[in-house]
């Protein structure tokens, strides 16, 4: 767990981007937790499916993009620890997708937030 830990600290542009997606990912959540209570019953989280109500799901699933994102984080960070040493640009790469990630979810959430209050 330490050479984990050691691996992020010492790459700065790994560091950097993880840091920016724990920010994002802990913005996104506490936008959710302050506009939560002011949803309507029902919001339309699965934009993919057909027009109707397939599409809408109760206010608690505006929850699961994040808990997506962060399973997203802990995996490509893991990944990236592994093969930092045979590939840092490969770990660079896993790193700043994640940060994307975070970003898309964040403007999701916050687009879907906005459109239904």
Partial sequence: M???FKVVKT???IYRT??????VITATFLYAILRFFSLPPFIP??????????RI???FTIFIPLALT???????LALSSFA???NPLLS?????????????MFIFTVVIINLVT
């Fill in 2 to 4: 330490k050479e984990f």
């Fill in 84 to 86: 930092y040493s045979k």
């Fill in 57 to 59: 799901g109760p206010s």
């Fill in 18 to 23: 993880s840091l920016a997606s724990g920010f």
């Fill in 45 to 54: 989280v699965f934009n993919q499916l057909p027009w109707g109500n397939q």
């Fill in 92 to 104: 660079r790469i896993f790193s700043i997708t994640t940060l994307l990630c975070c970003l898309l």
């Fill in 70 to 76: 962060i399973i997203i984080l802990i995996a490509n």
């Fill in 11 to 13: 790459d700065r542009i």
